[in-house]
């Protein structure tokens, strides 16, 4: 059975890691994603070098997840800036509402 709890004010560290979480996972998956539908002639991959096919896929998988990784903490730090403010200010009007299910409970689609 979800339940809420009424919050006045989320950390701002709290918000960051969420955002964080997210946008690694999102884009993990979107990089495999990608990487698959190359490998199977979906998106065409050009590659400047005459190397074979399957290197350049790897390479680039490689390149995706590396630069998803070292440049994540940035991106979400802008993000979580241009989000903090308003959470900020809606939690200075109202308080806000937050859902959650307890551990031993599956959630309800």
Known sequence: MPSKIIVKRISGST???VLFLGFIAFHTT???????L?????LPLDSTP???ETM?????????L???IV?????????WVSIWPGVWLYSLVRPMTLGYVLPDEQ???
Not at 30 to 36: E, G, H, Q, Y
Not at 71 to 79: D, H, K
């Open 15 to 17: 918000m960051f890691k």
């Open 38 to 42: 190359v490998i199977a002639g979906v």
């Open 66 to 68: 590396l630069v998803g």
């Open 30 to 36: 979107s990089t495999f994603l990608i990487a698959v």
């Open 71 to 79: 440049f994540s903490p940035i991106w979400v730090g802008a993000l």
């Open 107 to 109: 959630p309800r689609a």
């Open 50 to 52: 005459p190397v074979p």
């Open 56 to 64: 350049t896929v790897l390479y680039a998988v490689g390149a995706y």
